[in-house]
């Protein structure tokens, strides 16, 4: 789940103001307008050429050094995204978009200056959109983990619907081994979408942790329900079934979990001691050795 640039700074309406320059503007509006549309289309060369295009004709408006900061980024040509946001920044060092969008990107290149500026994009707007999230994540790489269960949990009270915050702070309770507390976020982020298969499958890892198995088997079957191909949760299931004696169970969904990858399959199962009750069953060398099982009676 990684987060992506809030937004493009879009003014197609509302740009810097010239009079003696409005025609100037109109067309860099145009050209902006039309880089939005092939942005929002995943045609990233044809939406830099049109921002480039644009600051032919308004080389100081910062939301046209900060879309263009974005496009480049998409493309890899990190030089450039960089060059564009700090542009935008020398022009409008208020911007929280602009300040937003230069420390998510510097996170996501492993530069420590991202804090700074996600930081300062909550003194300016402490209520803008993902910036405690991505502070949040910020502390996560750092190891900073107290401090990453704060910003992520203000961003929850920003937004009680930001799964994405609560899948994070998930995983930290998860690693943590607070799976009670780990549970709890999954359960929120089902409360907002019940068919959430990552969530169940998630909440049935945590519930075997806690050793409700009654639980754990409802939220892997849920996972499966949603997605039949989910791997994961078929092979987890797996896992349950043959640590609780249920061989006839684990077979069958450690042989659906292979039917979708037998290799990594294969890989898990050799070395994983909780289906060590099924190795003395011949059908767990042929589930191994790619062959399929009659279904379940």
């Known amino acids: 789940m990684t987060n992506q640039p809030q937004s493009f700074e879009w003014e197609s309406s509302e740009g810097p103001h010239n009079e003696n320059n409005d025609q100037q503007m109109q067309i860099a509006r145009s050209h902006n307008d039309r880089a939005r549309v092939l942005y929002e289309a995943e045609n990233f060369a044809a939406?830099?050429?049109?921002?480039?295009?644009?600051?032919?004709?308004?080389?100081?408006?910062?939301?046209?050094?900060?879309?263009?900061?974005?496009?480049?980024?998409?493309?890899?040509?990190?030089?450039?995204?960089?060059?564009?946001?700090?542009?935008?920044?020398?022009?409008?060092?208020?911007?929280?978009?602009?300040?937003?969008?230069?420390?998510?990107?510097?996170?996501?290149?492993?530069?420590?200056?991202?804090q700074?500026?996600?930081?300062?994009?909550?003194?300016?707007?402490?209520?803008y959109?993902?910036?405690?999230?991505?502070?949040?994540?910020?502390?996560?790489e750092r190891g900073e983990t107290s401090k990453a269960i704060s910003s992520l949990g203000k961003a929850i009270q920003q937004d009680r619907a930001d799964?994405?915050?609560?899948?994070?702070?998930?995983?930290i309770f998860w690693e943590k081994g607070?799976?009670?507390?780990?549970?709890?976020?999954?359960?929120?982020?089902?409360?907002?979408?019940?068919?959430?298969?990552?969530?169940?499958?998630?909440l049935g890892l945590a519930a075997i942790m806690m050793e409700d198995g009654e639980r754990a088997e409802k939220a892997l079957l849920r996972a499966i329900e949603i997605d039949d191909n989910y791997l994961l949760a078929h092979y987890h299931l797996a896992c349950y079934y043959a640590e609780s004696y249920q061989i006839v169970n684990a077979l069958h969904h450690l042989g659906k979990a292979a039917s979708l990858d037998l290799d990594t399959v294969r890989d898990w199962a050799r070395e994983d001691d909780k289906l060590d009750h099924l190795r003395s069953d011949p059908r767990f060398d042929q589930i191994l050795n790619g062959q399929q099982l009659p279904p379940l009676p």
Do not use: M
């Not at 799964?163 to 995983?171: E, N």
């Not at 009670?180 to 959430?196: P, T």
């Open 47 to 114: 939406a830099e050429a049109e921002v480039r295009q644009a600051l032919e004709h308004a080389p100081n408006w910062p939301a046209l050094h900060d879309n263009l900061g974005t496009i480049c980024a998409e493309q890899g040509n990190y030089s450039d995204a960089l060059t564009h946001y700090v542009q935008a920044l020398r022009l409008d060092p208020a911007s929280p978009t602009v300040l937003y969008n230069l420390g998510y990107f510097l996170l996501q290149n492993g530069l420590d200056t991202a």
């Open 116 to 127: 700074y500026f996600l930081e300062k994009t909550l003194e300016l707007d402490p209520n």
């Open 129 to 140: 959109p993902d910036a405690r999230r991505t502070l949040g994540d910020v502390f996560v």
């Open 163 to 171: 799964t994405r915050a609560r899948f994070r702070l998930s995983d």
């Open 178 to 202: 607070d799976y009670h507390e780990s549970g709890q976020q999954l359960e929120e982020i089902l409360r907002l979408d019940a068919n959430d298969q990552i969530a169940w499958h998630n």
